[in-house]
């Protein structure tokens, strides 16, 4: 992926007056100083619509390497390698179990009784690919 170019560097002395050259002049960065909304009005944020698609798919490629893999989840004979930032980011109680005080945030290995293998595969595929498939047959056993 190509960086953008930076902008041209503004002279110090004109762009004080003129919110848009100090916009230039700090670069991508969003203003510190929010109390002045003329550079929030002058500075256009960009947004890359499929940076966060391509971050969970490079860390679901990893995963499925096991790599950079800090945690096995286990239901039934089904081993699931994860990783626990990814978890805890996409499920309150994964950020639960992975941020608090219980044995499991330090734990390599982490058991899982309460749901079958199949679909703890599936939400965890679903936690790193945003996709899941329900049907009649997957739904069923849990309603």
């Known amino acids: 992926m190509e960086t953008p170019p930076l902008p041209p560097a503004a002279s110090s002395t004109s762009s004080q007056s003129d919110p848009l050259k100090r916009c230039t002049k700090q670069g991508h960065q969003k203003p510190v100083d929010s109390k002045d909304d003329n550079i929030e009005k002058h500075c256009p944020v960009t947004v890359n619509p499929w940076h966060m698609k391509k971050a969970f798919k490079v860390m679901n490629e990893l995963r499925s390497q096991n790599l950079l893999c800090d945690v096995t989840i286990v239901a039934e004979d ?35 009784k309460e749901v079958d293998g199949w679909t703890l595969r599936m939400l965890i595929d679903y936690v790193y690919t945003a996709e899941i498939q329900v049907t009649e047959e997957n739904v069923q056993p849990h309603i």
């Open 78 to 112: 089904m081993e699931i390698s994860a990783h626990r930032v990814v978890l805890a980011a996409c499920s309150p109680y994964f950020h639960a179990m992975f941020t608090g005080e219980m044995s499991e945030s330090r734990a390599k290995r982490v058991r899982i």
